[in-house]
């Protein structure tokens, strides 16, 4: 299925398919440097234009639709709001939320059926002194009227040019339980509230799936029905094979209520830490879909589309 670029310089890449403009790639700065400025995805839509992303919900007004995050790394807060503090709870500390920097389009490259994109990034602590170089890349494709789905698929590598060891953990190594919120991120509509779970192994819960390795269960899925139009949409989350053989073991933040979102979490349980000129890589895939899809059909389609 054909799909159309925008590129307005500066600001946002827009795709379109079918006449529906699918999602834009956000990476001007934020406005609001307490929210942790970084590029993100929203608008995220199905082929037929139901909304699949949440954009600054009430609730948390740093959560922007899909984008890369790091709840704590080496005291610093890249994924925007409230610190985290043991014993103390949740904090307002903007002097400590971080940054990252877009500086370059390494390669921009439109094809009829497909958009991949290699971006430069710099990771930023807040007294503006720089952490971490990104390479990203994304790529938008697959997009398949019959099944009426596409993915996007995300991936990162980071090296440490801080000249000291980076250390990412999450609120839970920080003492808060079942709260290893960090890495991707997505937040769904508002109207995903309370929507169904999915697995490898079948229909499950948040409560069921929170924590749990994805050398376990490679992808997680997320069935929401939408407000206003009768229909539901299908989203699926996997790692790609080699994930399963990084240093850092992935587990997934998962929740349904009383917000709906899905993170790869790349540090829930434990911290690591990356020494001055490390690096490390992580593959993704999201699979957008209208309908509610059964784990099955997720599974098919996953081992249908090569890595």
Same mark, same amino acid.
């Given at each position: ?15 379109? +398919? ?18 942790? $400025?970084?590029?993100? %995805? ?17 609730? &948390? ?35 400590? %939320? ?11 490259? =439109? /094809? ?7 971006? &430069?990034?710099? !990771? ?13 890349? %994304? /790529? =938008? ?17 980071? *090296? ?9 953990? #999450?609120?839970?190594? &920080?003492? $808060? ?8 991120? !997505? ?44 229909? &539901?949409?299908?989203? /699926?989350? @996997?790692? @790609? ?14 929740? #349904?209520?009383?917000?709906? *979102?899905? +993170?790869?979490?790349? /540090? ?16 993704? $895939? *999201?699979? %957008?879909?209208?309908? @509610? !899809? ?14």
């Amino acid at each position: 299925m054909p799909i159309t670029v925008t590129h307005t310089h500066g600001e946002r890449i827009r795709v379109a +398919a079918g006449g529906t403009e699918l999602l834009a790639y956000v990476y001007a700065p934020d406005p609001a440097a307490f929210e942790s $400025r970084k590029p993100y %995805v929203h608008p995220l839509r199905t082929l037929s234009g139901s909304l699949v992303s949440g954009y600054r919900p009430n609730d &948390h007004r740093w959560h922007k639709g899909l984008q890369m995050t790091a709840s704590h790394l080496s005291g610093q807060n890249f994924w925007g709001g409230n610190c985290y503090v043991h014993g103390e709870g949740y904090l307002v500390k903007p002097e400590l %939320v971080g940054s990252m920097r877009h500086d370059a389009f390494d390669s921009l490259e =439109v /094809a009829d059926d497909r958009l991949d994109f290699t971006e &430069h990034l710099t !990771w930023i602590e807040n007294g503006g002194e720089e952490w971490a170089d990104e390479r990203r890349r %994304v /790529a =938008v494709h697959s997009a398949d009227a019959a099944s009426s789905s596409y993915v996007i698929d995300w991936s990162i590598h980071l *090296t440490n040019i801080r000249g000291e060891s980076l250390h990412f953990g #999450s609120p839970t190594t &920080h003492g $808060r339980e079942m709260a290893g919120y960090t890495g991707l991120h !997505w937040r769904g509509p508002r109207d995903f509230t309370g929507g169904q779970v999915l697995s490898p192994s079948g229909p499950s819960t948040d409560e069921e799936m929170m924590g749990q390795p994805a050398s376990k269960h490679p992808w997680i899925g997320f069935v929401g029905e939408h407000d206003d139009v009768d229909a &539901h949409s299908t989203l /699926a989350f @996997a790692h @790609a094979p080699e994930n399963a053989e990084s240093v850092h073991g992935s587990h997934w933040f998962v929740r #349904s209520e009383p917000t709906p *979102t899905i +993170a790869f979490s790349w /540090a829930f349980f434990e911290e690591f830490t990356l020494p001055p000129g490390d690096s490390f890589s992580y593959r993704y $895939r *999201t699979l %957008v879909a209208d309908g @509610a !899809w059964e784990p099955e059909e997720i599974e098919q389609r996953l081992k249908s589309l090569p890595w």
